[in-house]
């Protein structure tokens, strides 16, 4: 699949971790990207090492519940779905009425499940951006659409939250010390959409300046 370069302030969809920006943020006119017809989904992996006691600290308030309760109005959501539903050439009133109560009592369910389970386990996600960098109550009260994911964009470097994140300790051998000798490293796997999280990741390298971060993004491209 040919990509192409483009302006993201065109519109393009965003893939990976900017070009020279694995220490400094950019500016907006010195980003470009390779973009191509619709999303594109990246598998990462971020490694992060150094002095023990500073990792374990990090791996500590990385972790979180991977929930982010938007607080969504449920009559508004029931109203979208109508809408679109009626849009989208629905039989009948009543039909699009029956569909919409149906998808929004589904999607109240899953977020009431999801709730319960941060609730249980509020760091049952190894890395989480939301503890690590809070979306503020401000924009969680306007909503995911309205503010959320705008405010994503410009503190995390990603419009939707990471998923299936896995961790691991691995162990690399100490360079330069005689004898051998190994460290720990920090290995968190992760899918993002479009982008890496690469301004989350300036920050954690802000907030930890003893660690190393390293990120490696592996792009996966649906429909080939």
Known sequence: ME???VSPLAGARRTGIPAGQAGAKPSAAE???WADEGPEYIFNRLEVSGPHQLLYDFIGAASGPGFVDWRPEWYSVYEQIYFGV???GAPTREAA????RNLRDIFWR???EERVRAELDSHRVPLDL???IPIPRRVLRKGFGAAGQEWMWANWGVRWPIR??????ERQRKSGVKGGGVDPVAVFRFLSEDWSPWIALLRMRKRWPE???EMKPEYLEMGE
């Open 86 to 88: 009626v849009r989208g």
């Open 97 to 100: 009425e029956h569909l919409a």
């Open 130 to 132: 939301n503890a690590l």
């Open 3 to 5: 990509g192409r370069i």
């Open 164 to 169: 299936r994140v896995t961790f691991a300790i």
């Open 211 to 213: 660690l190393r971060f």
């Open 31 to 33: 980003i470009a990207v």
């Open 110 to 112: 899953r977020h009431e």
